[in-house]
């Protein structure tokens, strides 16, 4: 199995910043990308941000310009710097690891989500 973890949510005024990490553990041999996604009240969940394990990255285009992903291979862990922040970021922030399992098989391992409250 393949545990994520979030951290870094809260409650920020609009204009203000929030790093979210994300920790991935477990029988992990390789991952092929780490993303960020969000999910609003009433709203489907949407791709954020991610990263290949090549450091190719993609982002919303709300989002473009404002948010940042970054990851650390060695600790299996991706990060999301969040600046100028909007109420219309408010949501709930899942991350996703892809890869490959230590006996072969493929993950698809999400976290359970942290929330980011965004006040106008």
């Known amino acids: 199995q393949v545990q994520v973890v979030e951290s870094g949510g809260g409650l920020v005024q609009a204009g203000g910043s929030l790093r979210l990490s994300c920790a991935a553990s477990g029988s992990i041999f390789s991952i092929n990308a780490m993303g960020w996604y969000r999910q609003a009240p009433g709203k489907q969940r949407e791709l954020v941000a991610v990263i290949t394990s090549g450091g190719r990255t993609n982002y919303k285009d709300s989002v473009k310009g404002r948010f940042t992903i970054s990851r650390d291979s060695a600790k299996n862990t991706a990060y999301l710097q969040m600046n100028n922040l909007k109420p219309e970021d408010t949501a709930v922030y899942h991350c996703?690891?892809?890869?490959?399992?230590?006996?072969?098989?493929?993950?698809?391992?999400w976290g359970q989500g942290t929330q980011v409250t965004v006040s106008s």
């Open positions: 996703n690891f892809k890869g490959h399992r230590t006996n072969d098989r493929d993950f698809d391992s």
